[in-house]
């Protein structure tokens, strides 16, 4: 069964996690925003942002890692920028956070195209190459799946591990989880809900903008307009399907990337028989059924959306 | 430091100051990227004012362009009115052209009083019945509007294209992936010689008004208010509150599927996957700039079919990249998110004592 061959390849695997990396990005990044308290709508355009800087230092001389840690300063920025329109002044956070993607979208292509007016395709860099691990890359099946992966898929990996080891196991973890449940609880303990909430909300963008990052300097090697392509949006989805944990949220985004990665055999196989874009819409699709899935049961951090003030019971 | 005090009366002076405000603040922020481009600033302020307003034929583009954003806003704003955030008007904006042209492109043949009011019917259903979708997810299963609308809207796009490549493909056009052109009985006339702003303006100014006096002289515009600002409070009130959301919805997804029978059957005669350069995105900014009045929404859209149009023809002039134009839209939003700030509340500037109890409850 052809099927069954597809689902049963390293190569397959590997393509599921490639796929899975920004996800993973952007679903740790969402959730660590959503735990304090804030939804951060600005992830579509903090993706476009942590692409654009990304791959732009890089082009600009700058070393991969520089090109990386620029890609999270650049999406803390909108994360400070989102975190003050929310936080202390409590506006909208539905409104701050598609201001923040329109306005970062808007920034990164006019940036883009006002340093390279002219250009008819793309330049591109020297991107991150999959990590030859010695020993584990030849492993049989494992090996060509999970250690032929680029450095910052690893990164990703880790940083699954470090956010769940920090929201549970450090008093930092346990402050952040308050301050997204019960904000007043937290200004009672003598620490500030203010400097909770933007400093996680700066954390959170900067991981998103890693995400946008992988795109352009692991996955390609240039910058696209359109490129993240709802990505942002799909994280979102996830995290609300991942029920805010940071392990749920691997499984998550893997079992998207797999989906994924499967529709693109699947469209290979099919051939012409079936419109192109059938296959391309199952993310979106899937994204939204596994939404309504979870949607009744969700157990949202009880803050979401309010904003707090202090003093305020 | 700094204390916002909520202010008892909002005067109507001040909730009129605040759009404005933002505007030109949006537009004096946006000297910065203008500079750094290496253009003259007061040089490319002038070649954009002169863009949009210069001429009849500027005029003209501005209007037009406005057309899509007045409908969109609209769609935007009653949503928003009732916190049913409707991100989705895109998508409602591409099945409202789809489903004009497939009514429209010679499916039927009859005079224009009859094909116009039926593309039009067509494309509100269209637009209407795509919003019912994430409404009912939301009243009935509780998932989350937001994600669903902004995730269907690339699903529509595929759809379209899909549409555009297969079925609805016009074999006249030359292998491109386009509809086959709206009947002449089925356009909507230009309303001048030679210029390319259309009757669809005048049915966009007609919507914004049924939706003002929706909002303000019906019971339905009530209970869209009632149901906004406060849920619980609403339904304790026995407001109809999963029919008020059902009916919003309706309405929303339909005012974004006119923009698209518009735009296909006013401007562009038939219909590509670049229809809409974000009309639907685009129209969150003009109903926040409104505050959500459907009056004010005709005055937003002009604002920034203005900035779109006079970047446009900046743009040429002067090299400096026409996103500008989505830089100063997006500064418009976040800017008057903020001047919204000074209205609802006084800023005082306190000196920092220690805080009494007293004081902290007052707040």
């Known amino acids: 069964m052809e099927y069954v061959d597809i689902l049963t390849s390293a190569s397959f695997w590997a393509a599921a996690i490639r796929i899975a990396t920004p996800l993973i990005f952007g679903v740790l990044g969402a959730l660590i925003c959503e735990r304090a308290g804030v939804l951060n709508l600005g992830i579509e355009g903090i993706f476009v942002v942590g692409a654009m800087t990304g791959w732009m230092a890089v082009w600009l001389g700058a070393d991969l890692w520089t090109g990386v840690a620029v890609a999270a300063g650049c999406g803390a920025v909108f994360g400070l920028l989102h975190g003050i329109l929310t936080v202390p002044l409590g506006l909208s956070q539905h409104v701050s956070g598609l201001g923040i993607t329109l306005f970062a979208t808007a920034v990164s292509y006019f940036t883009y195209r006002t340093a390279l007016p002219n250009v008819s395709s793309p330049p591109r860099i020297e991107a991150f190459q999959p990590l030859d691990v010695p020993g584990l890359s030849d492993l049989p099946f494992i090996g060509p799946a999970l250690f032929q992966q680029t450095p910052m898929t690893f990164l990703a990996l880790a940083l699954v591990l470090v956010v769940g080891f920090v929201l549970y196991r450090t008093p930092l973890g346990l402050a952040i989880r308050a301050v997204g449940d019960n904000p007043a609880a937290v200004e009672a303990q003598g620490l500030s809900v203010y400097g909770l909430r933007i400093g996680a909300v700066m954390v959170g963008s900067a991981l998103m903008a890693l995400g946008g990052a992988f795109l352009t300097m692991s996955a390609f090697d240039a910058f696209f307009f359109g490129m993240i392509n709802g990505r942002g949006w799909i994280c979102i989805a996830l995290v609300v399907f991942a029920s805010w944990r940071p392990g749920k949220a691997l499984l998550g985004a893997v079992l998207f990337g797999a989906f994924d990665a499967f529709q693109i055999r699947l469209q290979n196989e099919v051939g012409g028989a079936i419109p192109s874009q059938i296959f391309l819409m199952i993310p979106y699709v899937l994204s939204i059924v596994a939404l309504v899935i979870v949607a009744r049961k969700a157990d949202y951090p009880r803050a979401l959306l309010q904003p707090y003030f202090r003093g305020q019971r | ?363």
């Not at chain 2, 955030?85 to 224009?112: C, D, F, K, R």
């Not at chain 2, 923009?259 to 401007?267: D, F, I, K």
């Open chain 2, 1 to 363: 430091m700094i204390r916002f005090e909520p202010r008892e009366h909002v005067s109507s002076t001040y909730a009129f100051l605040v759009p404005v405000i933002a505007g030109i603040a949006a537009l004096a922020l946006a000297a910065i990227p203008i500079s750094a481009a290496g253009a003259d600033v007061q040089g490319a302020f002038i070649a954009m004012a002169k863009g949009a307003f210069g001429s009849p034929f500027a005029i003209s583009e501005l209007l037009a362009r406005a057309t899509p954003l007045i409908l969109t806003g609209l769609a935007a704003s009653i949503a928003f009115k009732a916190k049913l955030w409707n991100i989705g008007a895109e998508g409602q904006l591409y099945v409202g052209a789809l489903a004009a042209v497939a009514v429209g492109s010679g499916a039927i043949a009859a005079p224009p009083y009859i094909m116009i009011p039926l593309i039009i019917a067509a494309g509100m259903m269209a637009g209407g019945t795509l919003m019912l979708v994430p409404t009912l997810l939301k009243t009935k299963l509780g998932a989350d509007e937001v994600v669903t609308t902004l995730l269907l809207n690339f699903v529509v796009l595929l759809f379209v294209q899909m549409m555009l490549e297969g079925p609805m493909k016009d074999p006249m056009g030359m292998g491109w992936p386009q509809s086959e052109p709206i009947s002449a009985a089925a356009t909507l006339p230009k309303m001048f010689p030679r210029l390319r702003v259309h009757w669809g303006l005048v049915i966009a100014l007609v919507s914004a008004l049924i939706v003002f006096i929706i909002m303000t002289r019906s019971v339905w515009g009530f209970e869209i208010r009632a149901t906004g600002e406060n849920v619980s409070a609403a339904r304790h009130a026995g407001i109809p509150v999963t029919a008020t959301y059902v009916k919003v919805g309706l309405l929303s997804g339909a005012l974004a599927g006119l923009a698209g029978v518009s735009e296909v059957a006013g401007l562009k005669g038939y219909l590509t996957a670049d229809l809409s350069p974000g009309f639907g995105y685009t129209g969150i900014v003009v109903a926040m700039l409104a505050g959500l009045s459907p009056l004010g929404v005709v005055a937003a859209a002009i604002f920034i079919a203005a900035v779109f149009v006079g970047a446009d023809s900046m743009s040429r002039a002067m090299g400096v990249s026409n996103y500008i134009a989505d830089l100063i839209v997006a500064l418009s939003l976040l800017c008057v998110l903020v001047s919204g700030l000074f209205v609802r509340f006084k800023v005082r500037f306190v000196r920092p004592k220690l805080p009494k109890k007293k004081e902290a409850e007052e707040f």
